[in-house]
């Protein structure tokens, strides 16, 4: 992946999104996602957890798909391995997401390309909370 999925502009405008849903995200305090989601939540965003194997995480509702969670989602935050990414981009422009975010170590551009061609915009192996951190 090359760094055009890492414009400064589109990461800002991601993370100005209020709804994010974290697709992956795990009930476990070690793994990264849970961190991340407890920072997002502490900056103010609305955490939607998203994972079949989850009822709940960090106190919230967890959803077995994007497409069960019942409120627009701005955008979609990915914790899952790259081969799951086309999936899960289809389920991002189904829903309108507005942006496609895949965290570090994830890359997939058949589900970049999905993204785009669905109107979304897309930043790829970066962290939310380090980027977070660093345009606060």
Same mark, same amino acid.
């Given at each position: 992946?090359?760094?055009?999925?890492?414009?400064?502009?589109?990461?800002?405008?991601?993370?100005?999104?209020?709804? =994010?849903?974290?697709?992956?995200?795990?009930?476990?305090?070690? *793994?990264? !996602?849970?961190? /991340?989601? $407890?920072?997002?939540?502490? @900056?103010?965003?609305?955490?939607?957890?998203?994972?079949?194997?989850?009822?709940?995480?960090?106190?919230?509702?967890?959803?077995?798909?994007?497409?069960? =969670?019942?409120?627009?989602?701005?955008?979609?935050?990915?914790? *899952?391995? !790259?081969?799951? /990414?086309? $999936?899960?981009?289809?389920? @991002?422009?189904?829903?309108?997401?507005?942006?496609?975010?895949?965290?570090?170590?994830?890359?997939?551009?058949?589900?970049?390309?999905?993204?785009?061609?669905?109107?979304?915009?897309?930043?790829?192996?970066?962290?939310?909370?380090?980027?977070?951190?660093?345009?606060?």
């Amino acid at each position: 992946m090359s760094t055009q999925r890492q414009q400064p502009e589109v990461i800002a405008a991601a993370l100005g999104a209020k709804t =994010v849903a974290i697709v992956g995200l795990s009930s476990n305090p070690m *793994r990264p !996602s849970y961190g /991340v989601a $407890e920072y997002l939540i502490n @900056a103010g965003f609305e955490v939607i957890p998203v994972n079949p194997r989850e009822q709940e995480v960090l106190g919230l509702r967890c959803y077995p798909s994007l497409a069960e =969670v019942p409120v627009a989602i701005d955008m979609v935050d990915v914790f *899952r391995e !790259s081969a799951a /990414v086309t $999936e899960i981009a289809a389920q @991002a422009v189904a829903v309108k997401a507005k942006f496609l975010w895949l965290q570090l170590g994830v890359a997939s551009d058949e589900g970049v390309a999905i993204a785009e061609a669905g109107g979304m915009q897309c930043i790829v192996d970066l962290c939310t909370k380090i980027e977070h951190q660093r345009m606060a």
